[in-house]
């Protein structure tokens, strides 16, 4: 005798995402999915138009990870044309990416898991925001110091990139134009500011975080793990894809993201509109992995500017490498954040990034591109075909949640599991919200949000409904 | 002391993006929050049901029967309704002519070279075919923009606040907020994006490239042509474009091409109908272009389907 716990989030979230949990008669879960109800067909209505405008379009897929949708189709399209981006496009290139980061990270970092993180389990569930965060005042100042990160990198974000949200001006073979030697120095101080309020956020939310170490402990899930490296150090740009196995530090496989058809295979499932993907391994086994933050930090060697890689080591010393708790995700995220923050002191600091050479002139239509990045929550992949007119044939995406959905699943799982006894309903809810919440999925980003998930949960026994909790 | 006007917000299909625009009001938000009081904002608050209001603000499109039903809510409970991006106005991108969804499943799912089963989902929501906001419910007011710039959000719903009010952006196109300089040259070949590098002070126009600023409106002060990229159109044709029935954007964008370079417009005509999928890709859901002759999108949806 099975029952069913259905958690529907309500409000933003309906029609986007519903929860369902399964359970026996001994009280264990036997199954649990996390449904994506969205479908917009990106794939369909790109067909037939010029592959040069892609990455001006693509970005539409998501509001908030805009940066990383139209840096991975440029990368595609230069493919596609044939041509390498000169070195100070690239380093733009990066600088876009890693404002991006800033944003992305920043926002989830304070207004989503901060909640989790930082504020006791009893704390009331209307002052679990960011609102409660603010008038918390333990909080209020890492809140602040967020809000005007997040006001630094896009104010980064919208110089290099043209617009906000949404940017331009990577095109095929480099950028639209240069970097002004006087823009440049004024960004170079707007990072530095960056970099030292990503220090004090770091450190406030580490030294929060010391006294609930048994959160970043729980969950914890084994799992292959994907992730890019350049020459072994993490890079969110380029490099090679890494796969590593739940029990060996080693890298299993390596391979060049072009190559991705050939490793990562995509299943559909009757119940959601999200295909699952899978790993191909060496002996043919189809294996699930786990891509985004803890991913890229498991996978990488070390970490090339000073302060995020000492953070590594100190978090591999703590929880072992590679380390599978999922909460993690957030301690990884920081130091990502570190790393951001780093590495555009670094790049803005260059007076090579002004040059004028900027954009490679274009060869000849191959007909294939396939762009390969990490977007914030993990890897993203653009794969077009064109007729020899660079008019779009073909169509293939593979976003970064489509790759963590089998193991969202499975901790919702666990987390239901923890806590199906508890009869704090509240408890439960928060438990597997808290779960979900570790790899910020982002589903058009219908989670990403400011403030808690509206859901409901029913559980039935023998067809009868024994067990509703809701929170709207 | 007069009351403030109540406002309710709602969100559909789209990319999210609006919202992170109102989100870049900044320091402008608390300022803009003072002025109204807010009924309904997922953002900020836990509000589920769908209370009167004077002004209901939609953006993204619809997709879902559940994007319906939150439209019609919205409809009977807010005096007056704005549609918020090009999503709500003109379907978006995603509007994909019409695509019917079992297509869309059909290129995900069956065809597609990575994926190794062969079936689509089945106990789940069933698709609608994409629609703008104003053909389910009725619409007073437009703000199209991917997405508006902030400045336009504050001032398009201080309009609404304030009868006395009046903005600083009106009809205009995006020409009028572009820096390049208009000048004839001796260019006689259409160039793509990718054709040379454009000369950064030079009308794109004068230069051979295919730039909609002309016919577009500007609701976003053209951020896209001063950072050395054309036009491609997201926040829909400029206002003879869309209303008046003898104008259209083959010609006029030609017409001001030809005038500037040695390209004849029957030879730019020819190349915009033939990539007119990829001039139309943010407005080709909208209705009011579909019945629009002279718009040709009901063709490109002939041929697409």
Redo the contacts between chains.
């Keep these: 005798m099975t029952r069913q716990i259905t958690i529907d989030p ?3 979230i ?2 986007h995402a519903r929860v369902e949990i399964d359970i026996d008669d001994q009280q264990r879960v036997i199954g649990s999915i996390f ?1 994506v ?9 790109l ?4 592959v ?2 892609m990455p ?2 693509t ?6 990870c ?1 940066v990383s949708h139209h840096l991975t189709s440029v990368k595609a399209v230069d493919q596609i ?1 044939g041509v390498e981006p000169p070195p100070s496009a690239i380093m733009l290139r990066y600088v876009m990416n890693l404002a991006g980061y800033l944003h992305s990270h920043s926002i989830h970092i304070f207004a989503l898991a901060a909640p989790d993180l930082l504020l006791s389990p009893e704390t009331p569930p ?1 002052a679990r925001n960011l ?1 409660g965060l603010i008038q918390n005042d333990k909080t209020a100042t890492i809140a602040k110091m967020a809000l005007e990160l997040r ?1 630094i990198s ?1 104010d980064i974000g919208e110089e290099i ?6 940017p ?2 990577a ?3 480099g950028m ?2 240069p970097l002004a030697e006087e823009t440049r120095v004024r960004l170079f101080h707007r990072a530095q500011r960056g970099l030292e309020l990503t220090k004090q956020l770091f450190d406030a939310v580490t030294t929060a975080l010391s006294v609930n170490l048994d959160v970043l402990d729980s969950l914890p899930l084994p799992s292959y793990y994907l992730g890019m490296v350049n020459n072994g150090c993490l890079d969110h740009y380029q490099g090679l894809l890494r796969a590593l196995t739940p029990n060996s530090t080693q890298p299993s496989l390596e391979f060049n993201g072009t190559e ?2 050939r490793y ?10 999200a ?1 699952a993907v899978f790993l191909q391994t060496e002996n043919n086994s189809l294996q699930p992995y786990r891509v985004g933050p803890l991913a890229r930090i498991n996978c990488c060697d070390k970490i090339d500017t000073p302060l995020a890689n000492e953070a590594l080591q100190q978090l591999r010393a703590r929880f072992g490498h590679p380390c599978h708790q999922t909460p993690l995700y957030h301690y990884t995220r920081l130091i990502e954040l570190l790393y951001a923050a780093e590495k555009l002191v670094v790049l803005l600091n260059d007076r090579s990034i002004c040059s004028n050479q900027i ?1 490679t ?2 060869q000849n239509i191959t007909g294939i591109g396939i762009g390969v990045l990490e977007a914030p929550r993990g890897v993203l992949i653009h794969d077009y075909r064109t007729n020899a007119n ?2 779009v044939t ?1 169509v ?1 995406l ?1 976003v970064a949640t489509q790759q963590n959905i089998t193991a969202i699943n499975q901790t919702i799982g666990m987390a239901a599991q923890q806590l199906l006894d508890n009869h704090n309903d509240e408890m439960l809810m928060n438990g597997i919200e808290m779960g979900i919440r570790c790899y910020d999925p982002c589903l ?2 219908a989670t ?5 998930m ?1 859901m409901e949960i029913i559980i039935r026994h023998n067809h009868q409904i024994i067990r509703n909790l809701r929170r ?1 | 002391m007069t009351t403030l006007k109540t406002f309710s917000f709602e969100w559909l299909s789209g990319c999210s993006g609006c919202e992170v625009a109102f989100a870049d009001l900044h320091e402008n938000l608390p300022t803009v929050l003072a002025e109204i009081s807010l009924v309904r904002f997922p953002i900020l608050m836990d509000i589920k049901e769908y209370p009167c209001a004077d002004v209901g603000v939609i953006t993204g499109s619809i997709r879902t029967e559940h994007d319906r039903e939150a439209a019609h809510k919205m409809r009977n409970s807010c005096d007056i309704i704005v549609a918020l991006g090009t999503c709500p106005v003109y379907g978006g991108p995603h509007a994909g002519y019409q695509i019917n969804p079992d297509d869309m499943l059909r290129h995900a799912f069956y065809n597609n070279p990575t994926t190794i089963t062969k079936n689509a989902p089945k106990n789940i929501p069933e698709l609608l075919e994409n629609r703008t906001l104003d053909t389910e419910i009725k619409v007073d007011a437009y703000l199209p923009g991917c997405p508006p710039h902030p400045r336009m959000i504050i001032e398009g719903l201080r309009t609404l606040i304030d009868p006395n009010f009046r903005p600083k952006f009106g009809q205009h196109n995006i020409c009028f907020s572009c820096p390049r300089k208009m000048e004839e040259t001796q260019i006689s070949a259409i160039r793509r994006n990718f054709d040379g590098i454009p000369n950064p002070n030079l009308c794109f126009l004068s230069q051979g490239y295919i730039c909609l600023g002309s016919v577009t409106i500007d609701r976003c002060l053209a951020p896209c042509p001063k950072a050395g990229i054309p036009c491609f159109s997201c926040s829909g044709p400029s206002l003879p474009v869309l209303l008046e029935p003898q104008k259209d954007m083959r010609v006029l964008v030609a017409e001001r091409i030809a005038q500037l370079t040695n390209i004849s417009v029957t030879a730019i005509i020819a190349e915009l109908i033939r990539n007119e999928k990829t001039y139309n890709l943010f407005v080709n859901g909208s209705a009011m272009l579909r019945t629009k002759p002279t718009a040709r999108i009901a063709p490109i949806i002939q041929e697409n389907r």
């Design positions: 309500i409000t933003r309906e029609g449904k109800l969205d479908f917009r067909g990106w794939e369909t209505f067909l037939g138009t010029q040069e405008k001006l379009v970005p539409r897929i998501c509001g908030t805009s044309f209307a609102v006001r896009t990139g043209g617009r906000g949200i949404h331009v001006t095109v095929a073979g639209a134009q991705w058809g990562l295979k995509e299943q559909s499932t009757p119940d959601s509109y295909k954009r002139p274009l660079g008019i073909a293939n593979m058009s980003c990403h949000r400011f403030g808690e509206k709207f």
